[in-house]
């Protein structure tokens, strides 16, 4: 299988992480760098504000511990502690600014605790509802125009409606191709595997979306000349926790098996729906951030999430879901009962595993997919 | 499985109704502990009894106007209350009833008051709850109302509360919330809301908050008058009985006796060595071990963070803004009262609890890293660094289980109060405090 070229493009780009090539092109000119922590925020604020949007997270190579549980205790989530310890690392000392929704206790927590022991000149903390109703919208919406008035007081220099509606246009850009990816992932066979179609997530809020625009773009006529084609006997799904690691999905895929879809934060919510460009930019950011994506772990109603989960499952024809929750994740922990009784009632085979954020795919994982794939098989055998 | 250890509303009843008779023959106590016995049993008695004299029956967290529940006759069972109340009566019940959720697929790591109330309504012994109510930024754990709702066919209703709710759209936005409540269980009970009777519901309740503040003052003294038998009096009080005549009667009871106790000099214990703050909550999972750190240390329990209003040198908790706005009066009153205010940062409690520390005269902190406590694990050390910072006291962090009395062992527990009193009696700051007293 050949490399894809406008991936491997965007992997130089987003190298050595996290400060990679892209980042210290950026710098270079002068330019501010915001982290922004979960997808409640609306990167399309800090794009309009001139200053490079970065998701804050780990990657593919795991992270020592050595000093974050000093400050946020171990049994919390290992995301939030790999983050932070990152930052004691002087990792993401190329941030100018911080900032992170209330969208789980433990982000709330790393923003604090980032706040608290390492200030950066701006931080901010939006509240991320959990209810998706026109009342929350509200409330959220007054959030992110107090978020782009302290964001305009940091750059002195008001962001205006223009601006945020242009960085709408270039963000529906992106999400736009990252969707025909995912349509193109529906092909019996398809194009990509599942960690290059991470990988491609990931870079997507790791360097200038324009730019990232250009090689989706690249990468999409790529494929489409190559006739590329992943050979696998059987398609899974993930779902759960966001993986940064890929090898973990690399791992799942060793075997005879490849990921078509996911349900994760960086995967298809990035890339999903389009934000109204016909409503006033920050009333259309809340909509669609709260309304205009798939239901997520974080809202108490998780029917829409199991749902949307099962649907999927169907439309992109899988086998067979793999479930994978990082260890102290409640959100995913009170959908756990509910989410296997979903997937029993469809007849979608499930595999659970248990994470530790960041941890390389190793044997564990191979073991259990070749397993869950043996299942799978005898599933589909006809009875003799 | 057997789930014969674990305990039914019932068991839990007649327990309560024991104890009670039995600390009338227990010398030493506190006048006030039947009464606040009698508190705690009085409130698993309504919920008993809910069924039996029509009332409506509600299962819910914390964040929640308690007082628009009793202005509707809607009984309220805060799961909390009901871990903790079951570990008060029975310890082994609450490690059973996690057993049988985990055997559900419920994660271990998820907070043991839902695990708990998740393994009872499997097997049947939680209270008949007619709905659930809960609200946003307590903590995540408050998905379990929505899930267990779903699973067992109980409606439910989340109010979403944001995480900075000081700013004029935020509260404006919890106070609607109420009224989208109020329709909510208008709906449910197919009854009206008395909006007279809602407001003097709230008047009552804020007569309990005085009360509190006024209990407070009182405890500050040293020697510190209030022994562990009655030391969640005031939470118990605010919990589980506001605006209610009954709540009144009772606080004004333990006011007065601890106002005799000052009076005459009376103790916890006669020789005050350390004067603890614990900066989370109390030992729910070991119901003694205030009362051996008296004994052991010397240590007396003087003020925890659950039962703190969110007072300090400037800010007071005179919620009561307009009286004829009640409900404007509970959005404040929900964030500022003992039990909900600590839903904040790190910075902001740590800030709170460094005021108390001032005021009641404390020497050491305990913080309980609560296993399944998210909040605790992320802000804990904000907390430690900034009471040091703030007032030079000392913080013993005991990673424990809220109500699991597995999780850590007495001896263990022992092992690090035996150093953290040895370090805080030998620390320069101890000794300067101890000197000016």
Redesign the interface.
Known sequence: MNALKALTEMQRLTSPFPESVAVKEWKATGRKVIGWFNPYIPEEIIHAAGMLPFEVTGDNEPVQMQGAE????????SK?RTCWQMALDDKYSFLDGYVST?M???D???Y??WS?YKKLPFME?I?A???RTE??V??YG??LDRFRDRLSEYLICRIPDHRVANSIEVYNRGRELMMQLYELRKRDRPPVTGAEAVEVSKAAARMPRERFNELMEQLLDEIERSGREIKKARRLMLIGNDLHNTTQITALESADAVVVVDEMDVGIRRAWGQVDTTLPPIEALARYYLLGRPVDK?H????GRLEFIGDMAEQYNVDGVVSQ?V??C??L??????L?QQMQERGIPMLEL?LEYGHPGGAQVQIRAEAFLEMLESHAAPAS | MSNDTILSVEDIRETLKKMKEGVKQQPGLMKSTYRYLDAVSGYVERVANAKDEGAWVATHGTQQPLEILEAMDVRGVFNEFWGVVSDIARLESVPEAMSVSAS????G???SF?RNMDGLMHVGKWPRSDMFL?A??V?????????LG??YGIPSF?L?R???PYTG??IE?WK?EYL?LIAFLEEQTGKKMDYDRLKDVVAKSYRLTELHLEIDRLVANVPCPLAPECFSATLVAIRCWPGTQYGIDFLTEVRDELQERVNNGVGAIENERFRVLWSTFTPFFDPKLMGFMQQKYGAVSVADMLSTWRVDENVQANWMLDPDDPLGNLAYRTVLAPGNCQYS???DVGTVLSGKCRRFKVDAAIFQ?N????????????IK?ELMRQVKVPTLTL?SDILDHTFISRAEIEGQMDSFFEMVEASKTYQERRAVA
Not at chain 1, 333 to 338: A, E, I, L, M
Not at chain 2, 104 to 107: E, Y
Not at chain 2, 371 to 382: D, E
């Open positions: 000093a400050h946020i205790y171990a049994n919390s989530c939030v209330h789980c206790d433990q709330m927590r790393l604090e605790v608290y903390l509240y509802p959990r209810k009342e929350a509200q409330l007054t959030d974080h108490w109603n998780s029917d929750a260890r102290f409640t959100y922990g009170w959908d756990k009962f509910d296997k248990d | 559900l697929g419920t994660p790591e998820v907070c839902f809960y946003a930024s903590c995540d754990n408050v998905k379990a109302f929505h899930t779903r699973r989340g979403e944001s995480f900075l759209h935020a936005f609607n989208r940062t790190g910075v890293n296993w399944g406590c998210k909040t605790g694990a992320g802000y804990g050390p904000v660094d990673h």
